[in-house]
């Protein structure tokens, strides 16, 4: 099976600056697209970034200009750098890779456990 693990999470005041790391292990035959998504109390999961395996991304809006993902394909690694950091941006945040795993031949979605990124005002 595949399994995602992130780490970086914390406690950073407004204006701060974090940065998550992804590690994806186990029975991988290819990694598709890498991504991250977060979801805040109350709130739907929703897509902060991706990036394909050839180096496209997107961002939420809300994000564009203080976030940035990028990848290392070898180490099927994922991460997300985190600048000036608001208050809205305090939820749990996921990773996600679409790929194939070499137990079942079908390109499917696999997701970490989550780590939580609080920011103070």
């Known amino acids: 099976q595949v399994q995602l693990m992130e780490s970086g999470g914390g406690l950073v005041q407004a204006g701060g600056s974090l940065g998550l790391s992804c590690l994806a292990s186990?029975?991988?035959?290819?990694?598709?697209?890498m991504a991250w998504y977060r979801q805040a109390p109350g709130e739907q999961r929703e897509l902060v970034a991706a990036?394909?395996?050839?180096?496209?991304?997107s961002y939420a809006d809300s994000v564009k200009g203080r976030f940035s993902i990028s990848r290392d394909n070898a180490e099927n690694m994922v991460y997300l750098q985190m600048n000036s950091l608001k208050p809205e941006d305090t939820a749990v945040y996921y990773c996600?890779?679409?790929?194939?795993?070499?137990?079942?031949?079908?390109?499917?979605?696999?997701w970490g456990q989550g780590t939580q990124v609080t920011v103070s005002s």
């Open positions: 186990g029975t991988i035959f290819s990694i598709n697209t």
């Open positions: 996600r890779a679409e790929g194939v795993s070499t137990l079942v031949p079908a390109n499917v979605n696999f």
């Open positions: 990036m394909s395996r050839t180096g496209g991304t």
